[in-house]
C-alpha cells in the first residue's frame, strides 16, 4: 500500500486530496495546525484505519516514522484576509515548512509536490497567463507575504529537484471553490454566498469590473492527482479558464440564491489583480485534463453546502469586510 502524506489536510484543498488519494487505495497521514484549518473537514475520515492525523506545524521539524512514497504540501493560509492576519506564519509555512518537507521526501526517496498558485503571476500583464510568464508581483504589498512564499516554494523545490535529483511536481491552482470552504474566510465565494444567507447586500470591490476564473474543487483535485502521477515536473496551472467579472458574477450568486438583495460597491483592495485566466494548455496535452463541472452547477453544490451551516455558525463567521482593513 502507498503511504502519502499531506499537510494542510484538515484545511479546503488539503481534506479533498485526503479523500481522494484514500479512495486510489493509499494509507493517507494528514498533518495540520489548524490555524485555518478545520477538523469537520476531516472528521469522517478519522474512523479510517488507512488514515492518521498528525497535529504539528510543519515550520518545525517534521518527523513521520515509516517509509513514504508521495507529500503533497498543501499547508498555507489561502485568503488575503488571513495574510494580513497571519503574514509571519505565511512565510514561514511556504519557506521553512517546505523546505522541512524536502528534507523529508530526500529522506524517505517520496516524490514531492507543492501547491503554488496563480498568485506567483501577481497582477499579471499577460493574459491569459502561461507557465512561461514570469509575473508581475509586489514584494511589500499585502499579499507579498504569500506570493514570494510561493515564488521561494516553486524556487527551492526546482533546486531539489536538479540538485539532489528528487522527484518533484509543482501545481500553479487559480481559484477554486466548492464544499468546505470556510464560509469567512474573505474569499469572494463564501463572501458572497454568507451575506446571500444572512439576508446582506452582496460587496462588490472597486466598479467590479476585475476578472477572476473559477474551478470547482473535483475538477481541481483531478488535475493535481493527474499531475502528481504523470513524468511532468515543470510548472503547470490547473484551474478554469471560464472567466467572468466579479460585477456579473455578484449578479449570477443572487440570481443563484433566489434573494432580493442589492450589489454594494466597497473600495478596491490593494494590488488586487486586475484580470486572471489560466492557460491551460499544458495540463490539456500533458495530462489530457480539463474542467467538467460548469459554474451553474458548482455554483449550487457549493450553495448547498453553505446551505447546511447552522444559524449560530452563519452568526460567528460574520462577514469581514476585507476591503476596509486593506487600504493604505
Ligand atoms: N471580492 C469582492 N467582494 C468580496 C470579496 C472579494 O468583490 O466580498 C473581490 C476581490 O476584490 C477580488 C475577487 O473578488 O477581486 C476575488 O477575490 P478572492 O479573495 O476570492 O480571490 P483572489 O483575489 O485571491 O483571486
Request: charged share 25%; net charge negative; proline share 5%.
Amino acid at each position: 500500500m502507498k503511504r502519502t502524506l499531506i499537510t494542510g489536510a484538515a484545511g479546503f484543498l488539503g481534506s479533498h486530496l485526503c479523500d481522494r488519494f484514500i479512495k486510489e487505495g493509499h494509507h493517507v497521514i494528514g498533518m495540520d495546525n489548524l490555524i485555518t484549518g478545520d477538523l469537520n473537514n476531516i472528521e469522517h475520515l478519522m474512523k479510517l484505519e488507512n488514515f492518521e492525523f498528525y497535529h504539528h506545524d510543519v515550520t518545525k521539524f517534521v518527523h513521520v516514522p515509516g517509509d513514504l512514497d508521495y507529500i503533497l504540501h498543501f499547508a498555507s493560509p489561502a485568503s488575503p484576509i488571513d495574510y494580513l492576519k497571519i503574514p509571519i506564519q505565511t512565510l514561514k509555512v511556504g519557506s521553512l515548512g517546505t523546505h522541512n518537507l524536502l528534507g523529508l521526501a530526500k529522506e524517505k526517496g517520496a516524490r514531492f509536490m507543492i501547491a503554488s498558485t496563480s498568485e506567483i503571476y501577481g497582477d499579471p500583464l499577460v493574459h491569459p497567463q502561461t507557465e512561461e510568464y514570469y509575473g508581475n508581483v509586489n514584494t511589500i504589498g499585502p499579499r507579498g507575504v504569500y506570493d514570494e512564499a510561493k515564488r521561494f516554494q516553486e524556487s527551492i523545490t526546482m533546486a531539489y529537484h536538479t540538485f539532489h535529483g528528487l522527484d518533484t511536481r509543482i501545481v500553479r491552482i487559480f481559484n477554486t471553490y466548492g464544499p468546505r470552504m470556510r464560509l469567512n474566510d474573505g474569499r469572494v465565494i463564501p463572501a458572497f454566498m454568507g451575506q446571500a444567507l444572512r439576508g446582506e447586500d452582496l460587496t462588490v470591490f472597486g466598479d467590479g469590473s476585475q476578472t477572476r476564473s473559477f474551478c470547482f474543487v473535483d475538477d481541481e483535485i483531478e488535475g493535481i492527482y493527474r499531475l502528481m502521477m504523470s513524468d511532468y515536473t515543470l510548472p503547470m496551472n490547473i484551474g478554469n479558464p471560464h472567466e467572468i467579472t466579479i460585477k456579473d458574477f455578484a449578479e449570477e450568486i443572487i440570481k443563484l440564491t433566489g434573494t432580493d438583495q442589492k450589489i454594494i460597491y466597497k473600495p478596491l483592495p490593494k494590488d488586487d489583480p486586475m484580470q486572471r485566466q489560466p492557460d491551460i494548455t499544458k495540463a490539456k496535452e500533458i495530462l489530457g485534463w480539463e474542467p467538467k463541472v460548469g459554474r451553474e452547477e458548482g455554483m449550487r453544490k457549493t450553495f448547498d453546502y453553505f446551505k447546511t451551516l447552522t444559524k449560530e455558525e452563519l452568526e460567528r463567521t460574520e462577514h469581514r469586510d476585507f476591503s476596509k482593513i486593506n487600504r493604505k
